[in-house]
């Protein structure tokens, strides 16, 4: 089984994920653009059982759109976010794919909240399931 390890920039907060992940996702909205530091966001999912979890974190929450809650837990020391769980998928949690600093990673599958990207950037493919 593959393992791939995530962390965050001065590597105190790690993310060792097993397998393939079940989503790899692209999301526009203005939140995870805030978030990402970027123009939109790119999420990989994984089963909570795949993933070991070592180092101190602290956590932030948020309340999304549809009013379920978000928990991202970062890295005290730099700031970055390694990993978040959600209400709407428990037993889940969810790996900032820049983390894993790997440009074989698998591509991302479904792209959410399209209403809100920006106009220069396009997600190419026909493979890719795509929300407003």
Do not use: N
């Amino acid at each position: 089984m593959i393992s791939r390890t995530a962390s965050c920039s001065c590597g105190a907060l790690i993310a060792i994920c097993e397998g393939d992940p079940v989503r790899v996702s692209v999301c526009h909205c203005l939140e995870c653009q805030k978030r990402s530091g970027s123009a939109f966001a790119v999420q990989a999912r994984f089963p909570g059982d795949h993933v070991t979890i070592s180092g101190e974190w602290r956590e932030w929450m948020r309340t999304g759109d549809e009013g379920s809650h978000a928990r991202f837990r970062f890295c005290p020391t730099c700031s970055s976010i390694v990993f978040y769980v959600t209400d709407e998928m428990p037993g889940f949690v969810t790996i900032p794919v820049g983390g894993f600093a790997d440009p074989s990673f698998p591509p991302p599958r479904v792209t959410v909240y399209e209403g809100r990207q920006h106009p220069w950037v396009a997600i190419p493919g026909d493979h890719i399931e795509r929300y407003d």
